[in-house]
Protein backbone atom coordinates (compact mmCIF):
# COMPACT_ATOMS: atom_id res chain seq x y z
CA UNK A 1 0.00 0.00 0.00
CA UNK A 2 1.37 3.49 -0.95
CA UNK A 3 1.87 5.75 1.80
CA UNK A 4 -0.10 9.36 1.46
CA UNK A 5 1.87 12.16 -0.35
CA UNK A 6 0.74 14.78 2.19
CA UNK A 7 3.51 15.56 5.10
CA UNK A 8 3.63 15.30 9.08
CA UNK A 9 4.51 17.91 11.16
CA UNK A 10 6.73 16.90 13.96
CA UNK A 11 7.24 19.57 16.83
CA UNK A 12 9.74 20.05 18.93
CA UNK A 13 12.22 17.95 16.33
CA UNK A 14 15.25 19.17 16.91
CA UNK A 15 16.44 17.20 19.36
CA UNK A 16 15.99 14.14 22.16
CA UNK A 17 12.24 12.02 20.79
CA UNK A 18 11.24 14.89 18.26
CA UNK A 19 14.15 14.25 16.45
CA UNK A 20 13.98 10.45 16.87
CA UNK A 21 10.55 10.53 15.71
CA UNK A 22 11.73 12.38 12.40
CA UNK A 23 14.31 10.16 11.92
CA UNK A 24 12.02 7.24 12.28
CA UNK A 25 9.35 8.71 10.06
CA UNK A 26 11.82 9.40 7.16
CA UNK A 27 13.33 5.86 7.55
CA UNK A 28 9.77 4.50 6.71
CA UNK A 29 9.70 6.80 3.48
CA UNK A 30 6.88 9.40 5.00
CA UNK A 31 7.43 12.93 4.24
CA UNK A 32 8.31 14.44 7.36
CA UNK A 33 8.22 18.17 8.32
CA UNK A 34 11.12 19.40 11.27
CA UNK A 35 10.51 21.86 13.17
CA UNK A 36 12.27 24.04 15.64
CA UNK A 37 12.26 27.44 17.30
CA UNK A 38 15.77 28.17 17.03
CA UNK A 39 16.76 27.98 13.22
CA UNK A 40 20.41 27.32 13.74
CA UNK A 41 19.83 23.76 15.97
CA UNK A 42 16.67 23.48 13.15
CA UNK A 43 18.92 23.13 10.22
CA UNK A 44 21.64 21.68 11.80
CA UNK A 45 19.03 18.93 12.78
CA UNK A 46 17.79 18.52 9.06
CA UNK A 47 21.71 18.36 8.34
CA UNK A 48 22.47 15.69 10.58
CA UNK A 49 19.16 13.60 8.98
CA UNK A 50 20.53 14.60 5.54
CA UNK A 51 24.05 12.81 6.56
CA UNK A 52 22.23 9.33 7.59
CA UNK A 53 20.28 9.47 3.88
CA UNK A 54 17.23 10.72 5.14
CA UNK A 55 15.25 13.91 3.34
CA UNK A 56 13.33 16.33 6.08
CA UNK A 57 12.29 19.83 5.52
CA UNK A 58 12.55 22.34 7.87
CA UNK A 59 9.82 24.68 9.37
CA UNK A 60 10.60 27.82 12.43
CA UNK A 61 8.26 26.93 14.94
CA UNK A 62 8.18 28.07 18.52
CA UNK A 63 4.88 26.42 19.71
CA UNK A 64 5.05 29.32 22.42
CA UNK A 65 4.57 32.25 20.53
CA UNK A 66 1.54 32.73 19.04
CA UNK A 67 2.52 34.83 15.99
CA UNK A 68 5.40 32.14 15.54
CA UNK A 69 2.43 29.79 15.08
CA UNK A 70 0.47 32.15 12.74
CA UNK A 71 3.96 32.61 10.72
CA UNK A 72 4.85 29.09 10.49
CA UNK A 73 1.16 28.42 9.30
CA UNK A 74 1.43 30.36 6.50
CA UNK A 75 4.53 29.08 5.20
CA UNK A 76 3.64 25.64 5.39
CA UNK A 77 0.45 26.36 3.63
CA UNK A 78 2.62 27.83 0.55
CA UNK A 79 4.64 24.70 0.69
CA UNK A 80 1.88 21.94 0.69
CA UNK A 81 -1.93 22.24 0.33
CA UNK A 82 -2.44 19.31 3.47
CA UNK A 83 -0.96 17.79 6.47
CA UNK A 84 -1.15 13.65 6.95
CA UNK A 85 -0.61 14.64 10.28
CA UNK A 86 0.27 16.87 13.49
CA UNK A 87 2.51 15.44 16.20
CA UNK A 88 2.93 17.85 19.00
CA UNK A 89 5.90 17.20 21.09
CA UNK A 90 7.15 20.19 21.85
CA UNK A 91 7.59 20.52 25.30
CA UNK A 92 9.60 21.69 28.56
CA UNK A 93 10.30 20.92 31.71
CA UNK A 94 11.14 23.33 34.64
CA UNK A 95 14.45 23.00 36.30
CA UNK A 96 12.85 22.43 39.69
CA UNK A 97 10.92 19.21 39.96
CA UNK A 98 9.78 19.39 43.55
CA UNK A 99 6.35 19.69 45.46
CA UNK A 100 3.88 22.30 43.80
CA UNK A 101 3.79 24.22 47.22
CA UNK A 102 7.85 25.68 45.82
CA UNK A 103 6.38 25.58 42.10
CA UNK A 104 6.26 29.67 41.22
CA UNK A 105 3.71 31.41 38.97
CA UNK A 106 6.36 31.70 36.14
CA UNK A 107 7.29 28.27 36.06
CA UNK A 108 4.14 27.46 36.01
CA UNK A 109 2.79 29.65 33.08
CA UNK A 110 5.57 29.20 31.21
CA UNK A 111 5.40 25.31 31.15
CA UNK A 112 1.69 26.00 30.66
CA UNK A 113 1.83 28.19 27.56
CA UNK A 114 4.22 25.77 25.72
CA UNK A 115 2.70 22.56 26.89
CA UNK A 116 -0.92 22.91 26.96
CA UNK A 117 -1.60 26.42 25.07
CA UNK A 118 0.37 26.06 22.57
CA UNK A 119 -0.57 22.55 20.87
CA UNK A 120 -4.51 24.01 21.25
CA UNK A 121 -2.94 26.81 19.46
CA UNK A 122 -1.28 25.13 16.84
CA UNK A 123 -4.43 22.79 16.02
CA UNK A 124 -6.46 26.09 15.47
CA UNK A 125 -4.41 27.23 13.18
CA UNK A 126 -3.42 24.25 11.51
CA UNK A 127 -7.30 22.95 10.92
CA UNK A 128 -7.76 23.86 7.17
CA UNK A 129 -4.73 21.87 6.41
CA UNK A 130 -5.40 18.63 8.24
CA UNK A 131 -9.35 18.64 7.01
CA UNK A 132 -7.72 18.67 3.26
CA UNK A 133 -5.70 15.74 4.20
CA UNK A 134 -8.26 13.90 5.78
CA UNK A 135 -8.46 11.15 7.11
CA UNK A 136 -5.65 12.84 9.05
CA UNK A 137 -4.52 12.73 12.62
CA UNK A 138 -2.65 14.56 15.52
CA UNK A 139 -0.80 13.01 18.19
CA UNK A 140 -0.49 14.74 21.51
CA UNK A 141 2.95 13.85 23.40
CA UNK A 142 1.69 13.30 27.14
CA UNK A 143 2.73 11.29 29.88
CA UNK A 144 1.77 9.27 32.61
CA UNK A 145 2.25 12.02 34.96
CA UNK A 146 -0.56 13.81 33.14
CA UNK A 147 -2.36 10.93 34.45
CA UNK A 148 -4.94 12.68 36.54
CA UNK A 149 -6.01 9.23 38.26
CA UNK A 150 -2.70 8.43 38.87
CA UNK A 151 -1.44 11.91 39.88
CA UNK A 152 1.12 12.54 43.17
CA UNK A 153 3.23 15.74 44.06
CA UNK A 154 6.33 16.24 42.21
CA UNK A 155 7.00 17.69 38.51
CA UNK A 156 4.15 19.86 39.32
CA UNK A 157 4.15 22.55 36.76
CA UNK A 158 4.96 19.58 33.71
CA UNK A 159 2.29 17.16 35.54
CA UNK A 160 -0.31 19.64 35.61
CA UNK A 161 0.48 21.21 31.89
CA UNK A 162 0.15 17.22 30.38
CA UNK A 163 -3.12 17.03 32.54
CA UNK A 164 -4.99 20.12 30.88
CA UNK A 165 -3.26 19.50 27.73
CA UNK A 166 -4.84 15.37 27.78
CA UNK A 167 -8.16 17.54 28.83
CA UNK A 168 -7.90 19.57 25.84
CA UNK A 169 -7.43 16.46 23.47
CA UNK A 170 -11.14 15.22 25.25
CA UNK A 171 -13.11 18.21 24.26
CA UNK A 172 -10.52 18.13 20.65
CA UNK A 173 -11.78 14.93 19.74
CA UNK A 174 -15.27 15.67 19.27
CA UNK A 175 -14.76 18.59 18.14
CA UNK A 176 -12.45 16.90 15.21
CA UNK A 177 -14.29 14.00 15.06
CA UNK A 178 -16.38 15.57 12.13
CA UNK A 179 -13.56 17.18 10.15
CA UNK A 180 -12.02 13.84 9.51
CA UNK A 181 -9.34 14.37 12.16
CA UNK A 182 -8.91 11.83 14.76
CA UNK A 183 -6.59 13.14 17.93
CA UNK A 184 -5.22 10.57 20.57
CA UNK A 185 -2.74 11.30 23.59
CA UNK A 186 0.55 9.30 23.82
CA UNK A 187 3.63 8.45 26.62
CA UNK A 188 6.53 7.55 25.39
CA UNK A 189 7.22 6.03 28.91
CA UNK A 190 10.35 7.44 31.03
CA UNK A 191 12.88 8.10 28.59
CA UNK A 192 16.74 8.91 28.71
CA UNK A 193 16.30 12.48 27.15
CA UNK A 194 17.75 15.54 28.54
CA UNK A 195 14.61 16.29 30.64
CA UNK A 196 14.08 12.56 30.91
CA UNK A 197 17.89 11.99 32.19
CA UNK A 198 19.99 9.07 31.81
CA UNK A 199 18.27 6.93 34.88
CA UNK A 200 15.38 6.82 32.51
CA UNK A 201 14.75 2.62 31.45
CA UNK A 202 13.66 3.55 28.22
CA UNK A 203 16.04 4.42 24.90
CA UNK A 204 15.54 7.53 22.92
CA UNK A 205 14.60 5.12 19.53
CA UNK A 206 12.03 3.07 22.06
CA UNK A 207 10.26 6.33 23.38
CA UNK A 208 10.04 7.26 19.99
CA UNK A 209 8.63 4.11 18.61
CA UNK A 210 5.83 4.28 21.10
CA UNK A 211 4.80 7.65 19.30
CA UNK A 212 5.47 6.52 15.69
CA UNK A 213 3.56 3.32 16.23
CA UNK A 214 0.17 5.56 16.31
CA UNK A 215 0.76 6.76 12.59
CA UNK A 216 1.97 3.30 11.34
CA UNK A 217 -0.36 0.92 12.85
CA UNK A 218 -3.23 2.34 14.28
CA UNK A 219 -6.22 3.10 12.11
CA UNK A 220 -7.45 6.41 11.57
CA UNK A 221 -11.18 5.91 13.10
CA UNK A 222 -8.86 5.30 16.36
CA UNK A 223 -9.72 8.45 18.12
CA UNK A 224 -9.99 10.23 21.86
CA UNK A 225 -7.62 7.61 23.65
CA UNK A 226 -4.22 7.60 26.07
CA UNK A 227 -1.58 5.36 24.76
CA UNK A 228 1.44 4.66 26.87
CA UNK A 229 4.32 2.76 25.85
CA UNK A 230 2.60 -0.70 26.74
CA UNK A 231 -1.31 -0.09 27.36
CA UNK A 232 -3.70 2.52 27.60
CA UNK A 233 -3.54 4.94 30.79
CA UNK A 234 -6.06 6.00 32.68
CA UNK A 235 -7.24 10.44 31.89
Given at each position: ?S???H?I???G ?10 R ?23 A??A ?8 L ?5 D?A ?6 R ?5 H ?15 R???IL?A?A??I??T???NT????L?IQ ?11 S ?17 G ?10 L????R ?5 L????V ?11 T ?5 E ?14 L?T??P ?6 F???K ?5
Amino acid sequence: MSLPSHPILVTGGNKGIGLEICRQLARLHYRVILSARSPERGQAAVARLAEEGLEVEFLPLDVGDEASIQTATRELARRHPALQALINNAAIAPARFGTILDATAREISETFTINTLGPILLIQALLPLLKAGKPSRVINVSSRLGSVQDMTDGWAAYGISKAALNAATRKLAPALAPQGVSINVASPGWVQTEMGGQEAPLSVEKGARNIVRLITEFPHDVTNRFFGEKDEIPW
